[in-house]
């Protein structure tokens, strides 16, 4: 099995519950295609007893039979072990064939129920045998229990909030993040692939550092190369990757799409009230469950704008390939000749781009702060929104660092194919939005300009009279 790259804390996690004198549920959540499964199974290796992975849309006979089939391989030709009806009887059966395997071995067992929302359907009766399991023979009987599941949400309020059997039962979970940019490139060079930090952004801004997707970069080839094939072939993985991921995770996943869709189409965010009027969605709970479970998931953020109240609250589209898809893929013809290379001249991806790199620097912020030299001092980051007045134009600031030693950086993010000219307008914009923060935020605090862009800045009298901090995309790996 191939190494793991990175997921240290989440192998410790893993490791200890080994360690530990007492059974354990572990919940492993996280997005679709992060690599939830290839952790479990490279921490575990060979001593899973029995891993069973549920079928989406499979009847609940269906799925006895196939876990009925993998509990007699397991358990060998000596016990009599007749098809199960219910849930309820094959976790008796469960608990017949551990007993026996207990009394030969005193080693932790270790049971990795995969894809557990597909599982636990509504009148399966799943959960209910579940909890019987847990309660009367595992929590007695030194085990691991893994499941797991993309669908966070459901992991959330079916296990983790369940008023029955399974209430407060998960004694560790694990919620797996997309990879960083420094796990991308060492991910991208184990398989023998070595490409700059510009080339390895590129690919992030479009596959959001998920490790399946990652897997389809080819050796050899620019970001460029690697993009057309992914994206716009008839072969491409992400070429239609979007239609699987939505109803793969969610019940009346149309409502989740129309969420993703209209702030797809709104880069600086949206408020519940606005993606309720554009997404045409009821003003209720409904609406409610499907944001949360897409925070949940990793296909949104919220943030507050600075000096804003939770009710200002904004959404954003964070999964990058989500972004890509729906201004780029969705609207292509597939199999054109260098299609992507003609797309990045575009007017679109100029708008894209900036706004996916804008997001992989709000998710790389520690190494943000890392490079400004204040990863000691306690920070609030958000953005900064202003409409503009009667005596003040609008301002927009991308990234906004609030810092306890009464100073604020100001960060104006760009994603540029070369350095960075400031010339006399840009830096008259660059004022103007100092000024305007300073005047709306009544701040008191010293206030620093930071340039965050791929290549640097080019030094001449305006970058010299503006700019504070200049840093490259070199410091978010």
């Known amino acids: ?34 690599g939830k499964t290839f952790l479990v199974r490279s921490v575990y290796e060979n001593k899973i007893d029995l891993e069973f992975t549920g079928v989406q849309n ?94 966070a949400s459901w992991i959330i309020e079916k296990i983790v909030k369940d008023k029955g059997g399974l209430h407060n039962r998960i004694t560790k979970r694990v919620n797996l993040k997309p990879f960083t940019l420094a796990e991308s490139e060492t991910f991208l060079k184990s398989r023998g692939i070595n490409l700059n930090h510009y080339h390895i952004v590129l690919l992030y801004m479009i596959t959001g ?63 519940r009230a606005d993606i309720v009027k554009n997404a045409k969605l009821p003003n209720g709970g409904g609406t409610t469950k499907v944001l949360n479970e897409l925070l949940y998931s990793g296909f949104i953020s919220e943030y507050y704008p600075f ?27 597939r199999n054109v000749s260098d299609a992507w290379q003609v797309l990045s001249q575009s007017s679109v991806f100029k708008s894209w781009s900036g706004y996916a790199f804008e997001s992989l620097c709000l998710k790389h912020v520690a190494k943000i702060k890392e490079a400004l030299k204040i990863s000691g001092i306690y920070t609030e980051t958000s953005g900064f929104i202003f409409r503009g007045d009667d005596t003040l134009p609008g301002a927009q600031i991308d990234l906004l660092i609030d810092r306890n030693d009464q100073t604020i950086n100001l960060c104006e993010i760009k994603f540029y194919q070369s350095t960075f000219t400031v010339n006399k307008s840009y830096a008259e914009k660059l ?30 009298q305006y970058s010299q009279a503006l700019i504070d901090n200049e840093l490259t995309i070199d410091v978010l790996f």
């Open 1 to 34: 099995m191939k190494k793991l790259i990175g997921r240290e804390k989440e192998i410790e996690v893993l490791e200890e519950a080994l360690r530990s004198d007492e059974s354990e549920m572990i919940a492993v959540t996280g997005r679709r295609r992060v």
């Open 58 to 151: 499979a009847p609940r006979a269906e799925q006895i039979s196939s876990f009925h089939f993998l509990l007699r391989q397991y358990a060998g030709e000596k016990q009599d072990l007749p098809l199960p009806k219910t849930w309820l009887t094959a976790f008796h059966q469960l608990i017949t064939v551990l007993s026996a395997e207990r009394k030969k071995s005193d080693e932790k067992i270790i049971l990795f129920f995969d894809e557990l929302p597909w599982l636990a359907t509504k009148k399966s009766g799943f959960l209910r045998a579940f909890g019987f399991f847990w309660n009367n023979w595992a929590t007695k009987n030194d085990i691991v229990v893994v499941i797991c599941g993309s669908a």
């Open 209 to 271: 550092g998920i490790p399946h997707y990652l897997k389809e970069v080819k050796a050899g080839k620019s970001a460029v190369q690697n993009i057309n094939e992914m994206c716009f072939s008839n072969e491409g993985l992400l070429t239609d990757e979007f239609e699987n991921l939505y109803p793969a995770l969610f019940e009346k996943s149309e409502n989740h799409i129309a969420v993703i869709r209209v702030l797809a189409a709104k880069n600086k965010g949206m408020t």
């Open 307 to 333: 000096g804003k109240k939770r009710k200002d609250t904004l959404y954003r589209l964070t999964d990058e390939y989500s972004l890509f898809y729906l201004n780029f893929i969705e609207k292509r013809k």
């Open 431 to 460: 004022m103007q939005k100092r000024t305007v923060f300073a005047e709306v935020s009544k701040t008191k605090k010293q206030i620093f300009l930071t340039m965050i862009t791929t290549f640097g800045v080019t030094e001449n």
